[in-house]
């Protein structure tokens, strides 16, 4: 091994560079993961932000480039479709690049003030191509970019939106209650000897007609007809008393219902909970009395000793939800504790939990980086109260995921909104929405909703979409770059937690930089090294594709306290796809159990191949050998089922032919412990690993084992 190989190894053990290497560290060089080299600036980029807030309440919220396409799909047709649409795609630009530059306030003024800048220009017809635009949108609202406010101002939003439809329905309930009880006190006041008095007639007659009437002869003969019973002086003051009751509410709209700590909001429903079971108490009462069934033999012990803790969750359904936006870096132990009261008690509490940090130093010390754990235990246990309903996103998918927010806010019972907004951390410039989405593609905070209204089991409930490429470990994406020799070439990168981590300055005490002069074929990738297991094999040490601020390509080395942090990422996201049904073990153990049970698949008929005629002139063409050269990898195509193991795996080294079987498509393509998992989890054992192609790959020892059965 020579002296860079040694220095190589010695970083990735110790993390220290030695005096004499040539290793560079990473601080201050602007080092991005390879797959954000396209996305230096978002302005040029269509993607769903900044979102418009529906102020109408039609909907939660739209995409502003969402919006101008429905936009342009109405009014840009014909002979002008062209101009209209270069006009309003450079409309939509301006709000966003005003917007990414802090420009706060509803879309109407932003498109104003937009439409200004580029009316003064030269080109004609702006003001007509934009004017037909703007009667067309249909929208408007705040403007919301993805930064630090934008988890608070959607998911108030969202609850507001909520909040008016109970209020609505509430206040029509008690008005029906209070129309019904009054009418039953008026029918009550017609029938008696009072409501047949001249001048209670008079009034009720009314108009031009009342001259022409006797009132008082028709007092006396009705007053002689009225009936002797009237109601009860008991159901008279209980239903007064019920009238009032209701009439003085004051939990729609005087209370406050929004907080910014769990702790404010647990005392204030806990003050107002006697008043909330006194309404709950005269609705239920109301009710009965309005149908006429309210029975005092039966009914009176019922209700005396109705409090509180008679309170059920339709009861709880009909008052306001409390809304909590708190922020993680304020939860200190008297905050989560009420959190975690307010969520496994059945409150009816929506609780915005916003992290905008996700890395904390490891309780090992040194400087160690891991992940705070608190993100993902305290999603788990809310979870685990079994009544709450649970989202976790980040910022970057909340737009994405805009029917569970509404889904939450609508639930009857606790809610936990979970978002990272990326808005936090040291990235040095990186977009918050950049450093969600990358939060997203490597696991660090993944994305699922749990809603326990949808079923009683845990596939009903439990749902990871919205992650990307969910049945694997991390996303696999395509990177093309030019070589040294300025050729194209392309590698499949998986972005996974080390990505993330290298995002942030005060992770790069885990990274160094490896000159182009000192590249070799020792360096694995990350995903690679994971799956390998622990420790370096003949040297081979795991490595990152980064970019500078140029977009020239750089090798960056990775500790092994950063991989060990990788691969207990790896694990906590396999146990969140065990939850959502994907990879799950017990699954594959039956599997494999029925195919020990029934033996190996019957060998397909063997087929002839018909016999073949050489036209005259022609050459035989060269004999084919039968099979695949020794070594190499193949399939038994004619035999696949379809099951789509290999080819979610590395789809980059797997393909289906025309008849949807399977075929290896490219053995570089990937590594060989791809190549031994495809055969492990392929239910027809038809794929035959082969060789391994890289003698470097850590792990060939075992893997080569694991390879043997299926040569």
């Known amino acids: 091994m020579d002296a860079s190989r040694r220095a190589h190894v010695a970083f990735h053990l110790t993390g220290r560079r030695t ?54 799909k109405d009014i840009a047709r014909g002979e002008d479709g062209d101009r209209v649409s270069r006009h309003v795609l450079r409309l939509e630009r301006e709000v966003r690049t005003a917007v990414a530059s802090g420009a706060k306030g509803p879309l109407s003024a932003l498109w104003a003030r937009a439409a200004a800048r580029l009316s003064s220009e030269d080109e004609p017809l702006v003001a007509d191509s934009l004017n037909q635009a703007k009667t067309a949108l249909g929208i408007d609202g705040e403007v919301a970019d993805c930064d630090a406010d934008l988890p608070r101002h959607l998911l108030t939003h969202a609850w507001s939106l909520t909040q008016a439809r109970k209020a609505a329905a509430f206040r029509a309930d008690l008005d029906r209650l209070v129309r019904g009880l009054t009418d039953i006190l008026r029918a009550d006041v017609a029938h008696s000897a009072e409501g047949c008095r001249a001048d209670h007639l008079r009034a009720a007659v009314g108009g031009v007609d009342g001259d022409e009437i006797d009132f008082d002869a028709l007092a006396r003969v009705l007053t002689t007809a009225a ?65 006429h069934s309210y029975r005092e033999d039966r009914h009176d012990a019922l209700f005396e000793h109705a409090g509180p803790d008679t309170l059920d969750p339709r009861d709880l359904g009909a008052f306001p939800d409390y809304f909590v936006s708190a922020n993680a870096r304020d939860l200190d132990p008297a905050e989560q504790a009420a959190l975690l009261e307010m969520l496994s008690s059945g409150l009816p509490v929506k609780v ?53 927010l509404l889904g939450g806010m609508a639930y009857q019972g606790p809610a936990l909104f979970s978002v990272f907004s990326g808005a936090g951390g040291q990235t040095d410039g990186l977009s918050p929405y950049l450093c969600a989405a990358a939060a997203l593609e490597s696991r660090a905070f993944p994305a699922f909703a749990y809603d326990p209204s949808a079923g009683s089991d845990w596939a009903s409930r439990f749902s990871l979409d919205g992650n990307p490429q969910l049945d694997r470990d991390w996303p696999v994406q395509p ?233």
Request: glycine share 6%.
């Open 479 to 711: 990177f093309v770059y030019e070589d040294e020799r300025h050729q194209r070439a392309s590698e499949s990168v998986a972005f996974t937690l080390a990505d993330f981590v290298a995002c942030d300055r005060r992770g790069a005490r885990h990274f160094a930089r490896v000159p182009r002069a000192d590249w070799n074929g020792g360096f694995v990738s990350m995903d690679a090294a994971v799956l390998a297991g622990p420790g370096v094999a003949a040297g081979a040490v795991p490595a990152l594709l980064m970019v500078d601020s140029a977009l020239a390509l750089q090798r960056v080395i990775v500790d092994e306290r950063l991989l060990r942090e990788v691969r207990r990422c790896r694990e906590q996201w396999r146990s969140l796809q065990e939850l959502g049904g994907v990879h799950n073990s017990h699954a594959e153990r039956l599997v494999a159990r029925e195919r020990d049970r029934t033996g190996p698949p019957r060998e397909a008929p063997a087929q002839h191949a018909p016999a073949v005629v050489i036209p005259e002139g022609q050459s035989a063409p060269a004999e084919v050998t039968d099979g695949p050269a020794p070594g190499q990898p193949y399939i038994e195509t004619p035999r696949c089922s379809t099951c789509n193991e290999c080819t979610n795996l590395n789809p980059n080294m797997f393909a289906y032919n025309e008849n949807r079987q399977a075929y290896i498509k490219n053995p570089d393509a990937g590594t060989f412990a791809q190549m031994v998992e495809a055969a492990e989890s392929c239910q027809l054992s038809i794929i035959h690993p082969g060789a391994p192609r890289n003698p470097n790959e850590p792990g060939l020892e075992e893997l080569i084992a694991r390879a043997q059965p299926f040569q």
């Open 227 to 291: 009936p002797a019973a009237t109601l009860a002086p008991a159901r008279r003051r209980r239903i007064e008393g019920l009238i009032a009751a209701l009439q003085s509410q004051d939990f729609y709209p005087a209370y406050a219902f929004t907080f910014n700590r769990p702790t404010a909001a647990l005392a204030a429903y806990r003050g107002r909970l006697p008043k909330m079971a006194a309404l709950a108490k005269a609705v239920a009462v109301a009710e009965l009395e309005a149908q």
């Open 19 to 72: 005096g004499a290497t040539s290793l560079d560290a990473v601080e201050g060089s602007g080092l991005r993961p390879a797959l954000f080299a396209r996305y230096r600036d978002l302005n040029d980029l269509r993607y769903d932000f900044p979102l418009v807030l529906d102020a109408g309440g039609g909907t939660l919220a739209e995409s502003w480039s969402g919006a101008c396409d429905r936009v342009l």
């Open 352 to 404: 915005l939990l916003q992290w905008d940090d996700l890395l904390d130093e490891s309780p090992v010390g040194d400087g160690h980086l891991g992940l705070d754990p608190r993100c993902r235990q305290l999603a788990t246990m809310a979870m685990s109260a079994g009544d709450a309903y649970v989202v976790q996103a980040p910022s970057s998918l909340l737009y994405q995921m805009r029917e569970r």
